[in-house]
């Protein structure tokens, strides 16, 4: 059983950063892959960035190539989605999900555990 918070959400200005933490409980944390969503107003949720169990492999939508870095301490149990450069079509809740059964988690089906979201908020 793995329970997810996110955290860091808030307003940014286009061209801002900011830093998405996701905090899991549970022992076993390191046996799952984990990957940021998100979900804008009226659209399907969709895949940001996945890191793999040891952190040491990370996939990006082509959206957010270049821009956002995700990175993972499996001892502290968090993972971290950094935002640069941010636009307004970032504009969403993101959301940190865990799965078990996948080495790399960029589908929404592959999901075992979802967060409740942060919302970002991104002006011109």
């Known amino acids: 059983q793995v329970s997810l918070v996110e955290s860091g959400g808030g307003l940014v200005q286009a061209g801002g950063s900011l830093r998405l933490s996701c905090a899991a409980s549970?022992?076993?944390?390191?046996?799952?892959?984990v990957g940021w969503f998100r979900q804008a107003p009226g659209k399907e949720r969709e895949f940001v960035a996945a890191?793999?169990?040891?952190?040491?492999?990370?996939y990006y939508a082509d959206s957010v190539k270049g821009r956002f870095t995700i990175s993972r301490d499996n001892v502290k149990n968090t993972v971290v989605l950094q935002m640069n450069d941010l636009k307004r079509e970032d504009t969403a809740v993101y959301y940190c999900?865990?799965?078990?059964?996948?080495?790399?988690?960029?589908?929404?089906?592959?999901?075992?555990?979802w967060g409740q979201g942060t919302q970002v908020t991104v002006s011109s």
């Open positions: 890191i793999n169990r040891s952190g040491g492999t990370a």
């Open positions: 549970g022992r076993t944390f390191g046996s799952y892959a």
């Open positions: 999900a865990a799965g078990l059964s996948v080495g790399v988690l960029v589908h929404t089906t592959e999901a075992d555990y």
